[in-house]
């Protein structure tokens, strides 16, 4: 099952840099509603303001996002597990990390 349709692309100047700040809920909300951020390789995902959320990666997927607190939450179905990360920011930079550590870094699409 998958729980979690971002990918780990760890851009090189994007997490070397110290100086990314941690959302909280309301940031969250206005920094991906209505976006979409690149992961490269032509790998995509935009963020509805209605809270669907889409995802490509050589093909589509579609899931629902949700605040949760100061976290990014996501589902995708069939499963009905939520998973939940952190959320940072510099410039067009976007940080999500797992509560494992693990980091996934998007750019806003131009």
Do not use: H, N
């Not at 998958?2 to 100086?19: Q, T, Y």
């Not at 963020?47 to 995708?76: H, K, L, N």
């Amino acid at each position: 099952m998958r729980r979690f349709a971002l990918i780990f692309a760890l851009w090189p100047g994007v997490l070397v840099a110290g100086d990314f700040q941690k959302l909280s809920g309301e940031e969250i909300l206005t920094a991906l509603a209505g976006k979409k951020l690149e992961y490269g390789a032509g790998v995509w995902q935009a963020f509805e303001a209605s809270m669907i959320t889409q995802y490509f990666s050589g093909g589509p997927s579609v899931g629902r996002w949700a605040v949760r607190g100061d976290q990014y939450c996501s589902t995708w179905p069939p499963a009905d597990l939520w998973a939940c990360y952190d959320v940072w920011r510099k410039g067009d930079a976007i940080r999500f990390v797992d509560d494992a550590g693990g980091q996934t870094v998007g750019v806003y699409a131009q």
